[in-house]
């Protein structure tokens, strides 16, 4: 596979995502290429990826000081301390706003490191590394940051686009299959936002794109990439259109927020139930045809995920869900914003529930 390069153009700032192989060993060739200069870069980690691929990153990065940051990603670490903890680097070694933090992980410490830098000193320079397929085929891409805290999930943050995105795709044989699977379900995502064509694709081919078979992972990480592109480019602040690419997000981010970030589900596993969720209440409610909704139900069958939402939660778990959903920033009245289909490419971003409503069908959806 070539390198391939992904122009993002947004009203703040402009900037390529790389996608390809070997890019890490490329690193300073990729910055200069792209006209990245800085004196100073502090590289902040998530401690679970392959030492070989962190050493490789130290060694082939070429500028006069550089700090070191290594932080275990998880939703309960994604929060203001971890925020002190990078800023606290930056301050104490001098940073100024003309030099770089670098995020070397997956999308929870992309999310922490891009909020890191841009409420550094109002703004400083960011580049990403995706380590996860999730953060490759979307949280790398459109400059939402943030982090978590006791009312819910990333409700504090800032839209802050990076200036440069680089994916290597080696580093994505080393995750174990539940992070493909959680890669995956932002990769299907896309596919119902897009066009009918990109689902058939991902629904005949699911198998190999999930053993990370070239040429279709690849393929596969390119239109979703694409896909994301168009939207942050049409709406980079989320006003409305954007909105499409939280397809199944409000539900996944209360189930996730009710086990409060536990590893028994993990952001792309709540996703696909989500999006399962936001397909059987559009079909429910009319809106979605009785064979597309059983094509979708179909390709979720497929995919062969650990967590069961009937194992996860039962009727007792319900007020805490609701409670959630109300909290989501989605959310800009008494009602609850929910993300439904039409149809493959067409998807409704405002369809307004009252909170009793929902509760019912939750209620129902659970044992």
Same mark, same amino acid.
Request: overall charge positive; hydrophobic content about 35%.
């Given at each position: 596979?070539?390198?391939?390069?992904?122009?993002?153009?947004?009203?703040?700032?402009?900037?390529?995502?790389?996608?390809?192989?070997?890019?890490?060993?490329?690193?300073?060739?990729?910055?200069?290429?792209?006209?990245?200069?800085?004196?100073?870069?502090?590289?902040?980690?998530?401690?679970?990826?392959?030492?070989?691929?962190?050493?490789?990153?130290?060694?082939?990065?070429?500028?006069?000081?550089?700090?070191?940051?290594?932080?275990?990603?998880?939703?309960?670490?994604?929060?203001?301390?971890?925020?002190?903890?990078?800023?606290?680097?930056?301050?104490?070694?001098?940073?100024?706003?003309?030099?770089?933090?670098?995020?070397?992980?997956?999308?929870?410490?992309?999310?922490?490191?891009?909020?890191?830098?841009?409420?550094?000193?109002?703004?400083?320079?960011?580049?990403?590394?995706?380590?996860?397929?999730?953060?490759?085929?979307?949280?790398?891409?459109?400059?939402?940051?943030?982090?978590?805290?006791?009312?819910?999930?990333?409700?504090?943050?800032?839209?802050?686009?990076?200036?440069?995105?680089?994916?290597?795709?080696?580093?994505?044989?080393?995750?174990?299959?539940?992070?493909?699977?959680?890669?995956?379900?932002?990769?299907?995502?896309?596919?119902?936002?897009?066009?009918?064509?990109?689902?058939?694709?991902?629904?005949?081919?699911?198998?190999?794109?999930?053993?990370?078979?070239?040429?279709? $992972? #690849?393929?596969?990480?390119?239109?979703?990439?694409?896909? *994301? !592109? %168009?939207? /942050?480019? &049409?709406?980079? =602040?989320?006003?409305?259109?954007?909105?499409?690419?939280?397809?199944?997000?409000?539900?996944?981010?209360?189930?996730?927020?009710?086990?409060?970030?536990?590893?028994?589900?993990?952001?792309?596993?709540?996703?696909?139930?989500?999006?399962?969720?936001?397909?059987?209440?559009?079909?429910?409610?009319?809106?979605?045809?009785?064979?597309?909704?059983?094509?979708?139900?179909?390709?979720?069958?497929? $995919? #062969?995920?650990?967590?069961?939402?009937?194992?996860?939660? *039962? !009727? %007792?778990? /319900?007020? &805490?869900?609701? =409670?959630?959903?109300?909290?989501?920033?989605?959310?800009?009245?008494?009602?609850?914003?929910?993300?439904?289909?039409?149809?493959?490419?067409?998807?409704?971003?405002?369809?307004?529930?009252?909170?009793?409503?929902?509760?019912?069908?939750?209620?129902?959806?659970?044992?």
């Amino acid at each position: 596979m070539n390198t391939n390069k992904i122009s993002i153009k947004t009203s703040t700032k402009n900037y390529s995502i790389i996608i390809g192989r070997d890019l890490i060993g490329k690193i300073d060739k990729i910055l200069k290429a792209n006209s990245l200069k800085f004196d100073k870069c502090l590289i902040v980690t998530d401690k679970n990826i392959p030492n070989k691929f962190k050493r490789l990153l130290y060694k082939k990065l070429k500028t006069n000081k550089i700090f070191k940051i290594e932080i275990t990603a998880s939703e309960k670490n994604k929060n203001y301390r971890t925020i002190e903890k990078i800023h606290t680097v930056l301050f104490e070694n001098r940073f100024n706003r003309e030099d770089c933090v670098i995020s070397f992980g997956g999308g929870i410490i992309g999310d922490i490191v891009g909020f890191a830098s841009s409420t550094f000193k109002r703004g400083m320079k960011f580049v990403n590394i995706p380590s996860t397929l999730l953060s490759q085929v979307d949280s790398s891409i459109g400059g939402k940051t943030g982090v978590n805290n006791k009312f819910g999930k990333n409700l504090i943050g800032s839209f802050y686009q990076p200036d440069l995105v680089i994916s290597d795709m080696n580093i994505l044989a080393s995750l174990p299959e539940r992070e493909i699977i959680c890669g995956y379900a932002e990769i299907f995502k896309s596919s119902i936002i897009d066009n009918f064509n990109n689902f058939l694709y991902l629904d005949k081919n699911l198998k190999k794109i999930l053993k990370l078979k070239s040429p279709f $992972i #690849e393929r596969s990480i390119i239109k979703s990439c694409n896909l *994301k !592109k %168009k939207v /942050v480019e &049409k709406d980079e =602040n989320e006003k409305n259109y954007r909105k499409v690419l939280n397809l199944g997000h409000t539900f996944a981010h209360s189930y996730e927020s009710t086990l409060g970030f536990s590893k028994k589900l993990n952001h792309g596993e709540a996703v696909i139930l989500g999006i399962k969720n936001a397909v059987e209440f559009s079909f429910k409610r009319r809106i979605l045809s009785k064979q597309k909704f059983n094509i979708i139900l179909d390709h979720i069958n497929k $995919i #062969e995920m650990k967590p069961k939402i009937e194992k996860l939660f *039962k !009727k %007792k778990h /319900v007020s &805490k869900i609701m =409670n959630y959903m109300r909290s989501d920033k989605k959310n800009n009245s008494n009602n609850i914003n929910l993300i439904l289909i039409k149809d493959f490419g067409k998807i409704i971003v405002d369809f307004q529930i009252s909170p009793s409503n929902l509760k019912k069908y939750i209620s129902s959806s659970l044992k």
